[in-house]
């Protein structure tokens, strides 16, 4: 997801316009890599081990500048969908599969059972939701739904008016 | 440029080289180079480069990645050595992909983050940097305060933090780099530490840090695959490093006088008129073998001793006039992208079959990882002539006869 910042720098300032902005889209930058790496230190609320999503969106945390202009990206999947929220459907299988178990965190079904041996699918008649379990030990390992809403987090960034102050600080830092 | 363009742009250096003996290249050298320890076959590389760029982009989620590499293995008819099996040295195994995966992205994203930060209005803004977790993991290592320390780093209030352009940051890290990740797969990275604090503590004065920041206006960071140069004492070609350096990155680097010269991309960097002519070395004894029995023996015996330039001019006017004049070829055509210029010298130096062409002609062909196929036709007196990607071999090509470059 992408932060466009645009710099409009008082006439009597002696640092460029161009400068001021590397300056302000470093500051906000920075303020979204904090963030991020707060969240990061939480740990998970479904008891699966931590995968470091939000560690490694910090490190996707990248500032181009253009003039006076500066355009902050994080680059990780699902940042965008967290912020404003939305509904996700399965594009590439039948149902979304959302790992219950230590045997599916971080692995798609089709890569944690490539021959398709080692989970079987229930899915009763009627219901909204499967599951694919260990053949051996009967354990869930994915709960299947044909859809997933997600709810807008706002709190996955910092708020508008923090990443405003951290630009502005750190253009004030080299004036 | 963005994380994903920096990978794409690394030159694929397919090498028996394992760890240890990479760990001997100059980080510059290493970090221009798209490798994984004991893969000699480029199409892998390039298969496995376009992927984890793809993975940079962060678009898609690791798991898919690696299921899209595997399917890439098994079309290049990749099998672990017996014994390997699911360990660090299958490439199959999720612990060998993720680390190809992650450190090729961590590095590209290092590099980034790095140099926007040392960029003069961030600098001057920022201008050191605390060592810190930024990943959080199941198991951290511990030492990172010890190491830290044994790199020369000083602690503020047990904060680990030094200015962006202290020596501190090389040493550190296992890779030589002043970014991160500054180990295999470690979590720690840095947080930009601002100017007010970093004067506070002493680590520069204010006009100690106009200084800098003039220096950086005057000489910005060199752009990543450009102008690279290492001075190395007392290298010579037939060095244990220089032998090292040259079979790791062939024609991607020149040695004169001490001094290694990156290349770049060579066919990308003569197709982009940066340089004019790029020479792709002797033909090979693999390749000499797959000629026999199917070209005359002179002019097998002129392939023995030519050492033919690619040129941007010559190359052009032999890709139009064929695309051009024969149109059933080009149904079966597919456009050259950037990673089939980037395995051209590996089309030379290791094909896969060598076809006989009219009139003293050879057409060298290799199998990339999506199933097509690239062909090199190259003249035994006149040199590089073509080059094209199809969907099927030559050999099974329908009215191939009729296809002579």
Known sequence: ?175 | MTESELILQKALVGSGLDSSQWNQIQAGFRNRAFFSSRVAEVNILAAMRERVAKYAEGETDLSKIRMMIRDDLRRANYTPEPGQENTIHDLFSQARLDVIIKTNVAQARGYMQFAEGMSPGAFAAFPAQEFTRIRHSRKPRQDWPQRWAKAGGKTYGGKMIALKDDPVWERLSVFGNPFPPFDWGSGMGVLDVDRKTAIQLGLVSDEELRGKTAALREKPLPDFNRDMQASVPNLRHDSLCGKILKQAFGDQIAIENNVVHWQGNLIRDVLAGSINKARLGMTTPEALKKMAGKLPQADIDAFKAMNPSFNKTTFQQHAAKHYGSNEKRLKTNIPLEDADYDLMPAVWHNPDTIYPGDDHGAIFEMQTFDGNYLQLAVNAIKGFSSYYKTKIPLGAAPGNSSFIP
């Open chain 1, 1 to 175: 997801m992408h932060l466009d910042l645009k710099i409009t720098v008082p006439a009597d300032i002696l640092a460029s316009d161009h400068e001021l902005a590397q300056a302000a889209g470093r500051g906000v930058s920075n303020a979204v890599k904090r963030h991020l790496v707060e969240r990061d230190s939480r740990g998970r609320s479904d008891g699966l081990p931590r995968t470091g999503y939000y560690g490694d969106a910090a490190s996707g945390v990248t500032t181009e500048v253009s003039g006076s202009r500066a355009v902050v990206t994080i680059h990780k999947e699902g940042v965008a969908l967290h912020y404003y929220g939305g509904v996700v459907y399965p594009t590439d299988a039948k149902a979304l599969a959302i790992p219950k178990s230590i045997q599916g965190a971080g692995k798609r079904p089709a890569e944690a059972d490539p021959d398709h041996t080692k989970f079987a699918l229930v899915w009763p008649k009627g219901e909204k939701t499967g599951t694919l379990r260990d053949k051996e030990t009967d354990e869930v390992v994915y709960l299947l739904v044909s859809k997933a809403k997600i709810k807008e987090d706002k709190t996955v960034l910092p708020t508008d008016a923090e990443l405003e102050s951290a630009g502005m600080s750190a253009m004030e830092a080299i004036l």
